[in-house]
């Protein structure tokens, strides 16, 4: 009995303790009709970041780090998937436009389900055009802007910077022959293994199988191109953007993987142009520095946050 009694108050003990800081709680957010996969960790009181992934992998990029946050600096952290990515809905094109235009409105949508009004922003690839859409919506609710790997300026965008280049010209006049290449890739791809395995950027077996998963979904690699195509869009904006990143004086923190050969390192630079007081961080590391080095990424965001704190509220 007296043992009975002691492994009772054990398992008492253990249900009253609050679960570990470090821990995200995750969920779908009804948002337009859609149900957009979220995860969230920390005090909604505190200084909130709002993580926006990149192309083609989800908010599962930002674990770790999201969890680093949270339990050590004290930040509400939250991240969702697009549509079509990571555990979202993906509905066919013909009942959800892909464009840029539309996942900003989607995310915009979802904060405003989940009540978050302030927040800094922390963007890499495809979610830099998300971001600065959002920034420019509601410059009032941006606290601070993180950049890592993404670009709002042709300095670390070479393949795009020839007008008459595949991608300018793709954006320009739709090529079929582009489309069909993009989707053979998709097709090719298999369950990560062994002897099936190619890891340039370091995303990791999970991150890699989920993506594949999610874009080998029926109707969603022509969704993902519509997606591409759409993209000289944001070319089309950077100007615009850059003017609004010059007129906003938050608080800028820009890190890039310098391994990253797609977006290189003259695109981390670049944003000294139009935020002379940007904090610039060049690591050894992958487009998805977040998966490669997620231990770095999480002491430059949160001395970062630290140091601005009472901007942030």
């Known amino acids: 009995m007296r043992l009975l009694a002691c492994l009772s108050l054990l398992l008492m003990c253990a249900l009253a303790q609050p679960a570990s ?4 709680h995750e969920g779908w957010q009804s948002v337009d009709g859609l149900n957009i996969f979220y995860r ?14 990149g192309n083609p992998l989800s908010s599962l990029m930002y674990v770790k780090v999201m969890e680093s946050l949270a339990t050590a600096r004290h930040v509400h952290v939250i991240a969702m998937d697009y549509p079509s990515f990571g555990y979202s809905d993906a509905p066919a094109p013909a009942a959800y436009t892909y464009t840029f235009d ?20 922390y963007m890499q690839d495809y979610g830099v055009p998300v971001g600065f859409r959002l920034m420019t919506l509601h410059p009032e609710a941006i606290a601070a802007v993180m950049v890592q ?11 795009a910077q020839d007008p008459q280049g595949e991608l300018r010209q793709h954006w320009e006049h739709r090529n079929p022959a582009v489309d069909r290449r993009r989707a053979a ?47 000289g869009s944001n070319v089309q904006r950077y100007p615009h953007w850059q003017a609004l990143l010059r007129r906003l004086q938050v608080p800028v923190l820009v890190l890039w993987g310098n391994r990253d050969g797609f977006f290189t390192t003259p695109g981390a630079w670049a944003y000294k142009k139009d935020a002379p007081q940007a904090e610039i961080h060049i690591l050894d590391s992958t487009h998805f520095a ?9 002491g430059f965001v949160g001395d970062f946050l630290a140091r601005h704190r009472p901007a942030l509220q």
Do not use: C
């Open 21 to 24: 800081a470090s821990s995200l």
């Open 40 to 53: 969230e960790g920390g005090d909604p009181k505190d200084p909130t970041v709002v993580f926006l992934h």
């Open 290 to 298: 977040t998966l490669d080095a997620p231990d770095a990424v999480s």
């Open 185 to 231: 890739y998709v097709r090719s791809l298999g369950y990560p293994n062994a002897s099936h395995w190619d890891d340039e950027d370091h995303a990791g077996p999970d991150a890699t199988l989920q993506m594949i998963a999610a874009i080998q979904r029926p109707g969603i690699i022509e969704a993902r191109n519509d997606l591409w195509f759409n993209y």
């Open 149 to 159: 790997n993404g670009v709002i300026h042709l300095d670390g965008f070479p393949s």
């Open 102 to 121: 539309h996942l900003a409105q989607t995310v915009d949508d979802f904060l405003k389900a989940r009540g978050i009004t302030r927040y800094s922003l």
